[in-house]
């Protein structure tokens, strides 16, 4: 192309302006290609830019989802009023606080042990039993699950997290929060159950559907056809239904 | 200065009273309600000069207590404490006194404080009302004190000149609400059969017909038996058949 140019100038012009008009044109065309190089690396960052925002955005959404800021707050103050009460259990609630924490934001993590999700539950019971006091009883009854099985993370945690949100913490006298473990055939069973708030406001909570249908997918990614998740409720009772095959390898 | 404190976690109502003790240790400071209701009723009981109410408390929530408060005509100030509640603090930029986000900071508190105790007595305080979920009990502030009945008890309400009577088994209230409001607000619960009467629908035992073709229902729990107006029969049929 460059080539065509000069020899049609050449014949156009006389031959001392030759060389001029040669320099000319190749720094053109030099600032052209140079040009659109650059438009080309911006765009490209430009649109890498778009997409690591939209992805932290979505990280973001999803930690959320997941961690309720109503609980957030209200743990931090328990602590706060702890540190004069009781230095050594806020000191353990903190650290309960951060492992929960921890455990939202990792992301890399396909499956763990239930020992490890188990730890997790514990430590987020230890915080809402500080905080709502007598209304919670809890009665855990996990021994017969293998704690080597392995789970999708943070599959059990936001199920009792719901349990207590709907059932205990709007209910003036709070209740039970029931977890069975059943082992049988190759086969996990869990059970939560939850007393059915009689007060109406606690229908009026938001249901955290999202949290529940992540979960439901997570498993039925991990264990295709062999796991399910269902819950029920009859007039006093509301219940969550986990199952999952005992898998102790990464599929 | 007497002080209540309403919380449904010990831990919160607990922290409180200590800044507040600590803010000025001649408060009188009572920290025991653990619910809306008995904020309310000790409101009453006690007339404290201001209030810390959670927002989210059980059986009657913090907003709604407080408005009670202000039916009630009582000179407490309320200052509204809530752990994070988006819809709640919208209606606080308009209306009320102040709010404290926990965990409360003691010299936000410390203002907080001030700012109750240089407010003219006259100075009209609009309280929040957008209460965007039905009320759980419904309250009378009546010269026997106050009369408090559970929403799901009531079977029904009747319009009377100004005033709307609900009526549960064994009392009955009259209520400033207009029929309209109310309808609105329990209609999961409560539905129109005439143009001065609401029904509880889970109280429905039968519809009758009177001689003159005037229908009826018959509820549990009352003698009493309401006509159902033409208009609102249709409606009434659809609603039971589903």
New interface residues.
């Given amino acids: 192309m460059a080539y065509h140019l000069t020899t049609a100038s050449a014949r156009a012009f006389p031959t001392h302006e030759l060389g001029n008009i040669n320099i000319y044109l190749r720094n053109t065309g030099i600032s052209i290609i140079f040009s659109a190089v650059l438009l080309r690396f911006l765009y490209i960052q430009f649109q890498w830019r778009k997409q690591t925002k939209a992805e932290a955005e979505a990280k973001l959404d999803a930690l959320q989802a997941r961690i309720r800021p109503h609980f957030l707050f209200n743990s931090l103050n328990t602590i706060a009023s702890l540190t004069r009460i009781d230095p050594p259990l806020a000191e353990s609630l903190t650290e309960d606080l951060s492992e929960l924490f921890r455990a939202n934001m990792q992301t890399s993590a396909r499956l763990v042990a239930f020992k490890d999700e188990l730890s997790l539950v514990r430590q987020y019971l230890n915080i809402e039993q500080s905080r709502l006091g007598k209304r919670l009883s809890i009665n855990m009854a996990l021994s017969d699950i293998p704690q080597d099985a392995l789970i999708p993370p943070l599959s059990i945690q936001p199920l009792i997290e719901n349990a207590i949100y709907h059932g205990i913490e709007p209910s003036e006298h709070g209740g039970e929060l029931a977890i069975t473990g059943d082992f049988d055939n190759n086969k996990i069973t869990l059970t939560i159950k939850n007393p059915m708030s009689p007060d109406p406001s606690a229908s009026s909570r938001p249901s955290n559907h999202i949290a529940i249908e992540n979960i439901r997918l997570r498993m039925q990614s991990c264990f295709p056809e062999r796991s399910s998740l269902s819950i029920s409720s009859s007039e006093l009772e509301f219940q969550t239904l986990l199952k999952f095959p005992y898998q102790t390898s990464q599929p | 200065m007497n002080v209540l404190i309403a919380d ?5 109502r ?2 409180l009273k ?1 800044l507040v003790e600590e803010i000025d240790p001649t408060f009188k400071v009572y920290s025991d309600a ?2 809306g209701l008995q904020a309310l009723q000790q409101c009453i009981e006690l007339q404290p000069h201001i209030a810390f109410f959670d927002i ?1 408390m ?2 009657m ?1 913090g907003l709604h207590a407080a408005a009670e408060i202000r039916n009630a005509k009582l000179k407490t100030h309320i200052i509204f404490v809530t ?3 988006e819809y709640a603090l919208e209606a606080f930029n308009k209306n009320a006194i102040d709010y404290l ?4 900071k003691k010299e936000r508190l410390k203002q907080s404080i001030e700012k109750v105790a240089t407010i003219n007595e006259q100075q009209q305080i609009n309280l929040p009302s957008p209460l965007k ?2 009320r ?1 009990v419904l309250c009378a502030h009546t010269h026997k004190g106050l009369e408090v009945l559970n ?2 008890d009531i079977i029904y309400f009747k319009a009377d000149h100004k005033y709307v009577q609900a009526s549960t088994t064994d009392s009955a209230i009259l209520l400033v609400d207009s029929l309209k409001a109310l309808e609105t607000e329990f209609s999961d619960v409560f539905f129109r059969i005439h143009r001065n009467a609401l029904i509880n629908v889970s109280a429905i035992k039968a519809i009758s017909k009177t001689a003159d073709g005037q229908s009826e229902i018959h509820l549990h729990g009352t003698k009493e038996t309401l006509a159902i107006s033409q208009r609102h029969q249709p409606a009434l049929n659809k609603r039971l058949r589903t």
């Fill in positions: 449904d976690e010990p831990l919160a607990q922290r200590r653990e619910n989210r059980p059986k929530d752990a994070y509640d986000l926990k965990p409360v979920r039905p759980q929403v799901k």
